[in-house]
């Protein structure tokens, strides 16, 4: 039996998209754990899976020696009717938003399991944690990066010491950056073989945009960086253990820092094997460092994300995106034209920020349209807001835009605390919302797959020549992707015991 269980795998997504996709935290999370000796297990996939089948694998993990039973919740996005609508289902008072499936009932018979069979604590990490408190069957709530106060927490209830309900990992020490590998070879967690993973080459964001609430912002260049030689041994072992090549880099900025940058070209171009991977970038460093765009594509570079966010001047100046919309625009073609079945770019744009107009949006759409867009893959959102309440004492993990609102002319009018309005632009959340449904409907038939959908995409059997040439509507035509979904998710269940 294991001391610690994570469930993880809950993003809900249509038939026509790939599902072989990990989030790292938790394998992060098993692998700092068993570095201090504490046996661990991670269920992956369990949108995937019935209660039925999630209790019988826990029934092989679940004991006498288990000490807590982990939710992770970074990518819990089940399967509702209003799928565009994120931004009124993450409030802190409803229940049934919390996790993988809508049918709270499911929860409870996973959680009476768990008390039935152990002592376990029950503990809810992850991105959302500081957003969802209102569980009462939760002992614990862990929010922020957990690395180093989970060995605390863990130790904690291993002595029966009293601990908090709710854990705020920013209140101890920083994890030793030089470790923090994850063991993907550990036969623990279950790895597809040659399934593309998820890798950490570093930590935080220089950047502060203000509408972002990542608590690890504004970090000095040069700081949270992995060891070169640590990751270059990473990745062999990854490649020898499973016949990896294949990753989404979560850095929140790859090409932050060019030191960084050339010592990972000198990383991964040294491999003895050749490596795909997709990553985000941001293309003011790429129009400031031009010769970055050479060193990624020797890297291996596929597919990335640029969260260009908007292309109306002033807004951009009010969120700290320095480069004018037009030289933007320039470096897109210039990109285009350079990685043309090379590099699929994603990118994504926020509507409703401070300067904003329904004229501005209308133009945007236009050129979103255009046949020549140089961008493979286009998504709209609203911008997300939700009203700081001190009382829960997390202001670390609210953006700028939300801790200050009356500042950039944002109001909060009605019960729901992330229905903003922006009187001075006559916009509201709703709007922006309407909008962005519209405007992704528009573009979705000429999106490509790009970004880090590639590497999932490649997980299941697609090929980058047709990820390349193929808009993803005629992806979903040329390949049964449900039935390449279902067969990975059961040589994932057979290396379970389920088939």
């Known amino acids: 039996m294991a001391n610690c269980v994570l ?55 679940v004991g006498e020696d288990t000490l807590w039973v982990g939710f992770s919740s970074t990518f819990f996005w089940p399967n509702r009717s209003n799928e565009g609508n994120l931004n009124s289902r993450t409030t802190k008072n409803s229940l049934d938003q919390m996790y993988y499936t809508e049918n709270y009932q499911d929860i409870e018979t996973v959680i009476d399991y768990i008390r039935l069979k152990s002592n376990a604590r029950i503990i809810y990490g992850g991105a959302k944690a500081p957003y969802f408190l209102v569980d009462d069957n939760i002992d614990h709530y862990i929010t922020g990066n957990a690395d180093v106060s989970i060995i605390e927490i863990t130790r904690d209830i291993e002595t029966n010491k009293v601990i908090p309900k709710v854990i705020d990992s920013t209140q101890y020490l920083e994890p030793d950056i030089n470790n923090i590998s994850t063991h993907w070879w550990n036969k623990n967690f279950n790895i597809i073989p040659g399934e593309g993973l998820p890798i950490e080459l570093a930590r935080g964001c220089i950047f502060k945009c203000k509408f972002c609430n ?62 795909k991977f997709s990553c985000y970038l941001r293309i003011d ?52 034209d350079r990685w043309k079945n090379k590099v699929n770019i994603e990118a994504g744009f926020i509507l409703g920020l401070p300067h904003d107009t329904q004229n501005y949006f209308n133009e945007l759409l236009n050129w979103c349209l255009e046949d020549t867009n140089p961008i493979q893959a286009i998504h709209f959102y609203p911008l997300m807001l939700f009203h700081y309440d001190q009382s829960y004492g997390l202001e670390r993990y609210s953006s700028e835009f939300s801790i200050n609102p009356e500042i950039y002319g944002y109001e909060f009018k009605t019960e729901n605390n992330a229905f903003w309005e922006l009187p001075s632009q006559q916009l509201n959340y709703q709007q922006c919302l ?45 390949y049964n992707v449900d039935l390449l979904n279902l067969t990975k998710i059961n040589q994932y269940k057979s290396m379970l015991g389920l088939r």
């Open 214 to 275: 990542y608590p690890l912002l504004g970090k000095k260049k040069g700081t949270y960086l992995r060891n070169s030689v640590e990751v270059k041994n990473e990745l062999i072992k990854i490649w020898e253990t499973h016949g990896t090549t294949t990753y989404y880099l979560t850095d929140d900025t790859f090409n932050d820092d060019n030191d960084k940058l050339e010592a990972l070209h000198r990383v991964f171009t040294e491999l003895p094997f050749k490596p």
């Open 7 to 61: 469930l993880t795998g809950g993003t809900w997504n249509p038939n026509y998209w790939s599902k072989i996709q990990r989030s790292l935290g938790p394998y992060r999370i098993a692998t700092a754990l068993e570095q201090q000796g504490y046996s661990t297990f991670v269920l992956d996939y369990i949108i995937n899976l019935t209660t039925d089948e999630i209790l019988k694998v826990l029934s092989q993990h």
């Open 434 to 478: 309407d909008t962005a449904n519209r405007f992704n409907e528009l573009r979705t038939p000429k999106n490509k797959i790009a970004g880090f959908h590639m590497i999932t995409s490649l997980n299941i059997g697609i090929s980058l020549e047709d990820i390349y040439a193929l808009t993803h509507n005629q992806i979903i035509d040329k």
């Open 285 to 336: 460093l790429l129009n400031k460092y031009p010769h970055q765009v050479k060193l990624l594509e020797e890297m291996g570079l596929i597919g990335t994300f640029f969260g260009l966010e908007t292309l109306q001047a002033e807004s951009a100046k009010s969120i700290g995106k320095g480069l004018h919309p037009n030289k933007v625009k320039d470096r897109l073609y210039w990109l285009a």
